[in-house]
T-cell receptor, first 110, second 113 residues
Framework: RKEVEQDPGPFNVPEGATVAFNCTYS??????FFWYRQDCRKEPKLLMS???SGNEDGRFTAQLNRASQYISLLIRDSKLSDSATYLC???????????FGRGTSLIVHP | EAQVTQNPRYLITVTGKKLTVTCSQN?????MSWYRQDPGLGLRQIYY???????DKGDVPEGYKVSRKEKRNFPLILESPSPNQTSLYFC????????????FGAGSRLTVL
């Protein structure tokens, strides 16, 4: 089983839609969780960290479920500019190495 | 501007011709790493460095070398490139090994013929 798994998509949604991605992780010792965004052929950039109590940044909401070992990203009122690949990143406690999921592709169309 | 700079951004080379991809950061970050990204495989770590003169293998180190003689620089060396090293390469850095946010360079697209 891969350490971090994501549905590769693509998720094809109209503008204004709400879309959610999940990411599962296998190592229960994981302590830090993030969502990165990557535009086509460009570098990944941090979108948001994921906190235990859940957190929101504008139209984006991230949640963590430790019991089921998954994190989620919800995007409300999708914009064309949200089209990108969303990478789930997990870091184990005591490890220096973040583990990246393979990414979920989102395409927002008019 | 705080950034990670990679060079070259694009390179086409031939099998066996040694090449170096440079990576430099101006943020005084301790931790630096190299990734390759291939379709369907995501980002895979090649090597990382926790500080000057401290380097370690990531998940896919075969065929690569690195060095960390100065804090700001972390070059990736392909001694004898092969076509299976055709990929998009990213250098990344972060303040310390315990820090969480990685800053990536813009990427280097390498083609080995």
């Amino acid at each position: 089983r891969k350490e971090v798994e994501q549905d590769p998509g693509p998720f094809n949604v109209p503008e204004g839609a709400t879309v959610a991605f999940n990411c599962t992780y296998s190592n229960s010792a994981s302590q830090s969780f993030f969502w990165y965004r990557q535009d086509c052929r460009k570098e990944p950039k941090l979108l948001m960290s994921v906190y235990s109590s859940g957190n929101e940044d504008g139209r984006f909401t991230a949640q963590l479920n430790r019991a089921s070992q998954y994190i989620s990203l919800l995007i409300r009122d999708s914009k064309l500019s949200d089209s990108a690949t969303y990478l789930c990143v997990v870091k184990r406690g005591g490890s220096y190495i973040p583990t990246f999921g393979r990414g979920t592709s989102l395409i927002v169309h008019p | 501007e705080a950034q990670v700079t990679q060079n070259p951004r694009y390179l086409i080379t031939v099998t066996g011709k040694k090449l170096t991809v440079t990576c430099s950061q101006n943020m005084n970050h301790e931790y630096m790493s190299w990734y390759r990204q291939d379709p369907g495989l995501g980002l895979r770590q090649i090597y990382y460095s926790m500080n000057v003169e401290v380097t370690d293998k990531g998940d896919v180190p075969e065929g690569y070398k690195v060095s960390r003689k100065e804090k700001r620089n972390f070059p990736l060396i392909l001694e004898s490139p092969s076509p299976n090293q055709t990929s998009l390469y990213f250098c990344a850095s972060t303040r310390s090994s315990g820090a969480n946010v990685l800053t990536f360079g813009a990427g280097s697209r390498l083609t080995v013929l």
